[in-house]
């Protein structure tokens, strides 16, 4: 079978990698793109895969460009694997393989077709996740599905945790699905409307804690958004050179669900431990980062007085 692999997250590699004891054509990624402080033009990781494996990499600024297309086109894929590849597709594109191409997306669907649905996954407190192999049409993962596979979310899991383990579920689901494509046993299972959920990419402010949200929907949160884009928090400085100045604190998991209450973001304990109030029950924050310093326990933090009971933390965002 004739594959062209079109993929730019880390989550596709191991997929991508599967593929490899019979080559595919070509992969097809993004652009390299400047990144960091000084702009350095960077290439996606599985790029730097497809070439020391001496694959052909084909990179368009745009996958509807018509020259970009003919090139594809003259490969003559059977199959396109697409995963995590970060453009909209257009119909010529999807007319192109000679079999099918088809999709494989770290959610069950139909729940949360989009961007961010491993975060999502867990933010929402789903027992489990998994993935879907799907055929690509022009709506956004909302094409028949072939094959899902389940597994649970475990209770102190990150998203960065859970994203490797989708990286590691998916080589499994996709080569089923490929078997399926090729002994033209593949399903089409039509997604159910009524139960899509769109989640969008994620954004840094995204990570802003609001402390008027339940310490159960905060503390997942916290977890969902790790290690991109983090969950943070600020205080105003009342002692020393920097007093009055707004400082952020980014706090890591894992947060601990514990009693207490008061006003939403208020600091109930800062004598060893942190404890700060939400808008139903307490959070104690474990681990914390503040501008300007090294990651440090909540404990080492709060030698230095920044924090003092009463103080409270601000929240960004609205009750949800």
Not at 62 to 71: R, Y
Not at 78 to 93: E, F, R
Not at 252 to 269: D, H, K, N, S
């Amino acid at each position: 079978m004739r594959i062209v692999f079109m993929g730019t997250g880390d989550i596709a590699i191991p997929s991508f990698l599967s593929l490899l004891p019979r080559p595919p054509l070509a992969l097809v990624t993004q652009p390299d793109k400047p990144v960091g402080r000084k702009q350095v033009m960077t290439a996606p990781r599985i790029k730097t895969v497809a070439l020391e494996h001496g694959i052909c990499v084909l990179q368009p600024e745009k996958a509807g460009d018509q020259a970009f297309l003919d090139e594809l086109k003259a490969l003559k894929p059977d199959v396109i694997v697409v995963m995590a590849y970060g453009q909209i597709l257009k119909q010529a594109l999807l007319d192109l393989p000679r079999v099918a191409i088809i999709n494989v997306h770290a959610s069950l669907l139909p729940k949360y077709r989009g961007a961010a649905c491993i975060q999502a996954a867990i933010d929402a407190g789903d027992a489990t996740t998994g993935v879907t192999v799907m055929h690509v049409v022009k709506a956004l993962d909302a094409g028949d599905v072939i094959l899902r596979r389940e597994i649970e979310i475990g209770a102190d899991e990150t998203g960065g945790v859970l994203h490797d383990r989708l990286a590691d579920l998916s080589p499994m689901a996709l080569a089923e699905a490929l078997k399926q494509i090729a002994d033209a046993s593949a399903g089409r299972e039509p997604q159910d409307e009524s139960q899509v959920s769109y989640i969008p990419k994620l954004m840094r402010q995204d990570g802003e804690i609001d402390w008027n949200q339940s310490a159960a929907k905060i503390e997942r949160r916290v977890r969902a958004y790790d290690p991109w884009p983090g969950t943070s928090t600020a205080y105003i400085e009342t002692k020393g050179r920097h007093r009055g100045r707004l400082r952020r604190l980014k706090v890591y998991p894992q947060v601990r669900l514990v009693e207490g209450a008061g006003a939403p973001g208020e600091v109930l304990e800062c004598e060893g431990r942190l404890v700060v109030a939400c808008g139903e029950g307490a959070l104690e924050i474990q681990e914390l980062q503040a501008d300007g310093s090294r990651r440090m326990s909540a404990a080492e933090f709060l030698l230095g007085g920044a924090l003092q009971a009463g103080d409270v933390l601000q929240s960004g965002g609205s009750p949800k």
